[in-house]
């Protein structure tokens, strides 16, 4: 969304003009409080409970370019020992090495289908696909890969584990970046690509690695779902995704910030979108589920995600799976875990899609309008 979006309903008459539309979803009206975002992310405009004060007249709120943009955090915490990875995240990792300025470094896209590695190009069909980016130094001739994703597997990052003992939701929901030695060429062409994208001095990748520390330290949860308003192209994006391709995006920018000029092909990407009505905000994990949180809307939540865990017979997946479709299509719910807090999607048709949807290569520096 641009500033323009950035204004919800029911404002003044003389500012709608910064909309275009009195239906934008920025004007607000009370009884509502506003939440200071963290570290870049956008406040928002949540409804406040009854009985707890607020001002009576209307309130303008500006969300920083939407009301999608996933929480920086001051530092990584540590996993959990509950969360296990059926495959070791980042096995082969190593330290992104110093280039000497003088290097020219190759700049490669990288795309295969998601466990393309164990199906093969099943999910490729679906064109659900996995992102990364490849370097080649032509001073010692070495090649690098570097890719994000989930430390414990996208179920986990998808749904909660619901752990007997614990009252909330337990999610195993971290992702993070992976830098390791050498270019896979035969899983990145075979059922996908690989093709150069730009090249770059040893001092612009030396520049791009102090920031991908950076980013990789701040940005640590893994976000499956986009949400959008309808599948208009000028759709509201309620929420957006967090995931491998939004991490190769940002690095693509880094570097054209830095100068890199990108060739002219075209480059598509995966999102797995659900389609809302306004999100309704609910709390955080103290809030419903601690001593004094909502007992009623606590159940609900653990209900909803009972149906996504493991299955163990044909019979039990069938059987949630006719609970998921009640839930989520006949009976238009769904509850969304994003940075930290609950809220509660009121779904509409056509409820979910998967697009793989072209984003043009960067073609020089981001101003702050383009956020």
Known sequence: MS????????????????????????????????????????????????????????????????????????????????????????PTGSAIPIMKEEDVIEVYRLQAPVWEFKYGDLLGHLKIMHDAVGFKSSLTGKNYTMEWYELFQLGNCTFPHLRPGMEAPFWCNQGAACFYEGIDDAHWKENGTLVLVTTISGTMFNEMAKWVRHDNETGIYYE?????????????????????????????????????????????????????????????????????????????????YYPFKPHRTVREFFVDLLKIIDRVILSHQFYLFYNLEYWFLPMKFPYLKIIY???????????????
């Open 3 to 90: 500033l323009k979006s950035c204004f919800c309903r029911c404002a003044p008459q003389h500012l709608t003009n910064l909309c275009g539309s009195k239906s934008c979803s920025v004007w607000i009206t009370e009884p509502v409080f506003v939440v200071a975002g963290h570290l870049g992310c956008p406040t928002q405009a949540l409804r406040k409970p009854r009985g707890t004060y607020f001002r009576q007249k209307a309130v303008l709120v500006i969300l920083c370019a939407s009301v999608s943009q996933c929480r920086r955090f001051d530092y990584r915490p540590k996993t959990d020992p509950y969360c296990q990875a059926r495959y070791t995240f980042c």
């Open 224 to 304: 499956t779902w986009t949400v959008q308003a309808s599948p208009d192209k000028q759709s509201v994006v309620w929420f957006d995704s967090y995931e491998c391709s939004k991490f190769i995006l940002r690095t693509y920018q880094k570097l054209a910030d830095l100068g890199a000029v990108f060739k002219k092909i075209q480059t598509n990407y995966t999102s797995i979108i659900l389609f809302s009505g306004e999100p309704v905000y609910l709390g955080n994990e103290t809030s419903i589920f601690g001593p004094v949180g909502n007992k009623t809307l606590a159940a609900a939540i653990r209900d909803f």
């Open 357 to 371: 949807e072209e984003v043009p290569l960067p073609t020089g520096i981001k101003t702050s309008f383009d956020v």
